[in-house]
């Protein structure tokens, strides 16, 4: 049974940081591709961030240079490192994963609000 359980989450006011955290069971982590997607109330879920098996990654242009995703083969997990939040950046997150690209499997999410 594959579990994707995410953590991190929670209200941040504008300027700060926050890392969210994925723990992944029940799949053979290191060979597949893992991501980060949020969405924001009323609108649709988006791609954050991705990273492949061989660490590659790719951003949504709206963080690129503020959020950093990142993999630990050897405890089963993913993170991203989110600095300069907006309140653009509210949202629930999401962890996903999948053999060759993100979307094959799904984490319950983490709320997190930006706001003063």
């Known amino acids: 049974q594959v579990q994707l359980v995410e953590s991190g989450g929670g209200l941040v006011q504008p300027g700060g940081s926050l890392r969210l955290s994925c723990a992944a069971s029940?799949?053979?982590?290191?060979?597949?591709?893992m991501g980060w997607y949020r969405q924001a109330p009323g609108k649709q879920r988006d791609m954050v961030a991705t990273i492949t098996m061989g660490h590659r990654t790719n951003y949504a242009d709206s963080v690129k240079g503020r959020f950093t995703i990142s993999r630990d083969n050897a405890k089963n997990a993913v993170y991203l490192q989110m600095n300069s939040l907006t309140p653009e950046d509210t949202a629930v997150y999401y962890c996903s994963s999948g053999r060759s690209t993100p979307g094959q499997y799904w984490g319950q999410g983490t709320q997190v609000i930006v706001s003063s």
């Open positions: 029940g799949i053979i982590f290191p060979i597949y591709a």
